[in-house]
């Protein structure tokens, strides 16, 4: 007889930003398939999803992984639901319309590695800064690269997983890094986001380290924030070769500038200022190869006779793929 480690995960109900929370159930045969992950429950008045007299929330198995970090273990991905079976309203994967998959997504994770003992960026003294922001891009050398044995070790785990990381790179600011990932189709990218953030955040907890996802947490300094910059596509654009099409899309997004803000992370308008590449969170621009417009047309796009994707650039880093990916296809869809 076999024994395995099922870690399921989900999201909890806190606001703004909701965290990932885990919790592990052992099983006896298991044969790795998410036909086999039961339903679970757990304590809801814990995680700001129940009140303390009607506590009990349902976990609901939508996707799962092998866990690398652990022996005999499995990660399960999960959704929130009521104890009637309806989807919670922190739930926001139950928003997505994109049944038939035609939705493809690749999400860009900026974050930062965070020195739990100085409350600084890896890199940063204290009490001052390192050098201006620049050469710590794609970098490599102990002068400008911070942390790289974290982010190297979760693209590992990643891999290991089966999660589609599609890269990894040092960003702009000391001790900022991303990670980019990849699905066809809206729900199944954010799974595989979420679970990467999960495995990263495990990671951090070995060397002691916080995964800092705030937007702007250098505050109001001349270093860039954090985004999660969301690449899409859907048949039309992968398929139409037309720039009018193409601005027609971009020109849906102009009307719906506040219910995109509403889900693209809390305390964004610190990074959408319009300056450090970004756009002001109440404008909204397109434009070719345009890093400081709302959506960059990428120029391989265009080179390829119309036929690709776009890029919301205003995602900030702690924003919910599932709601992004809900609000952008609801927009395209219009």
Known sequence: MSISKLEYIWLD?????????????????FGGTLD?????????????QAEGGSSDMLLKPVAIY?????????????????????????????????????????????????????????????????????PYYCSVGAKNAYGREIIEEHLDVCLDAGINVEGINGEVAAGQWEFQVFAKGAAAAGDELWVARYLLERIGE??????EYHPKPLGATDWNGSGMHANFSNTTLRTCGSK????????????????????????????????????????FSYGISDRGASIRIPIITVENGWKGWLEDRRPASNANPYGVAAAIISTVKS
């Open 244 to 283: 009018e099409i193409y601005e027609e899309i971009c020109q849906k997004f102009g009307k719906t500038i506040k219910e995109h803000i509403s889900v693209y992370g809390a305390d964004n308008d610190k990074r959408l200022t319009g300056l450090h590449e970004t756009q002001s969170i109440d404008k």
């Open 66 to 134: 092998p866990d690398p970090q652990r022996k005999n273990a499995y990660i399960v991905m999960t959704e929130v639901l009521n104890s009637d079976g309806s989807a919670h309203e922190s739930n926001m994967r139950a928003l997505i319309d994109d049944d038939d998959d035609d939705f493809w997504f690749g999400f860009e994770q900026e974050y930062f590695l965070w020195d739990t003992e100085t409350n600084l960026p890896l890199g940063f003294p204290v009490g001052g800064y390192p050098a201006p922001q620049g």
């Open 36 to 48: 086999e992950c039961p339903m679970w429950s757990f304590d809801g008045s814990s995680t700001e």
């Open 13 to 29: 109900g806190y606001k703004p930003t909701q965290s990932l929370r885990g919790k592990t159930k052992i099983v006896k045969d």
């Open 206 to 211: 070995k060397y002691g380290v916080h995964i």
